[in-house]
Every structure is written in C-alpha cells, then in structure tokens.
C-alpha cells in the first residue's frame, strides 16, 4: 500500500474507495489505484479527502507513504 494510514483509518471508519471516489468525482478504480501506488493523489483531492472524511487528521499523517502511529485523538 502506498498509503497506508489513510487505508488505516479507511478500514476503522469502513470507508470505502467507492465512498472516496463517489465524493472526489473519480472511479472507484482510480482511488483503488492510488492507494496501491499506481499514481498519486492529485493535492486537491486529497484536501478533499481530508476535509470530508478525516477533518481531524492532517494530511501529512494520511498521506504519509510510511505508517505512522497518531499521537492525537478523535
């Protein structure tokens, strides 16, 4: 995974990559294959993500390409 804190904190909240890309305007595939690493996420998507999904996460830690352990709590 190339994010994997973002997937994390997908499968604690049981977000989907269809949720993602029902909000983002993109397919399911696409989210799918960024968060394999097969592309990036474009910065104003992954604002976008951040804002609606993960509000008290930054984007720093959800995007990190290395897992991190959050120090913070919802």
Do not use: C, H
């Amino acid at each position: 995974m190339a994010y994997p804190n973002l997937v994390a904190e997908m499968t604690r909240r049981s977000i989907t990559a269809k949720d993602i890309a029902g909000e983002i305007g993109r397919s399911p595939d696409t989210v799918n294959n960024w968060l394999r690493g097969k592309g990036d996420f474009p910065i104003g998507k992954a604002f976008k993500i951040q804002e609606i999904f993960f509000p008290t996460y930054t984007l720093a830690y959800l995007f990190s390409s290395e897992p991190i352990v959050p120090d913070f709590k919802e």
